[in-house]
């Protein structure tokens, strides 16, 4: 399995409601991200979690609350979000949580918040 | 920091060839990324280059690293409208990719 699958694929919420992003990877990978992108832009790195430890926060606003239950699993929380939130999110993987290994993207996550 | 720059548009006649061109400031970067973004979609990691190589060969794909001028290069040969989309280059640094702002290719008919 050389996929990361990410759910769900389109989402619209509301400024007060909660919602969570899910992904998915079954390569044996150690390291998941959490991207941002706006159209036509390159993505903006969020978060990194590296052995299921949080390495790299951007400074990310706290509306935005990642969880690494496991390694295979990355979940971003989302709470009173704003409509400039609105984005594709993208989740990636890769072997080792350092530069030297290539990324694996999904999908990502269309979130529309009104 | 590191910072990746790319031209923001490229158009091309399907069959010709198709150059996209990228420079970098950080010459610790190890790799070199080549992604492609299709409307809609997440990004597909089409090759890579380690910084002491100076050229990779991919079936209709090759990368080109000058190094002293920092200057990385995609050739995308017989270009077809499935290869109409967002390039974008990337390097590694400090435990991140460094992603340049993109090459849109519009290929035409």
């Known amino acids: 399995d050389t996929e990361v699958t990410q759910t769900p694929k389109h989402l619209v919420m509301g400024m007060t409601n909660k919602k969570s992003l899910k992904c998915e990877q079954h390569m044996g990978h150690r390291a998941m991200y959490w991207y941002k992108q706006k159209a036509k832009k390159p993505p903006e790195l969020m978060f990194v979690y590296s052995y299921e430890k949080l390495s790299i926060n951007e400074s990310v606003p706290s509306r935005f609350s990642p969880e690494c239950p496991n390694s295979s699993l990355l979940n971003l929380h989302l709470h009173a979000l704003q409509p400039e939130d609105s984005a594709l999110y993208l989740c990636?993987?890769?072997?080792?949580?350092?530069?030297?290994?290539?990324?694996?993207f999904g999908p990502g996550t269309r979130l529309t918040v009104l | 920091g590191e910072d990746v720059e790319q031209s923001l548009f490229l158009s091309v006649r399907e069959g010709d060839s198709s150059v996209i061109n990228c420079t970098y400031t950080?010459?610790?970067?190890?790799?070199l990324y080549w992604y492609k973004q299709e409307p809609g979609a997440g990004l597909q990691l089409l090759t890579y280059i380690f910084s002491n190589m100076d050229m990779k060969q991919d079936q209709r794909l090759t990368v080109l690293l000058n190094k002293k001028d920092k200057h990385l290069s995609l050739r995308i040969a017989d270009t077809q409208t499935g290869d109409s989309a967002i390039y974008f280059c990337a390097g590694g640094a400090r435990r991140k990719l460094i992603f340049g702002q993109g090459t849109e290719l519009s290929v035409k008919p």
């Open positions: 990636a993987s890769s072997q080792r949580g350092d530069s030297y290994n290539e990324q694996f």
């Open positions: 950080d010459s610790s970067s190890t790799y």
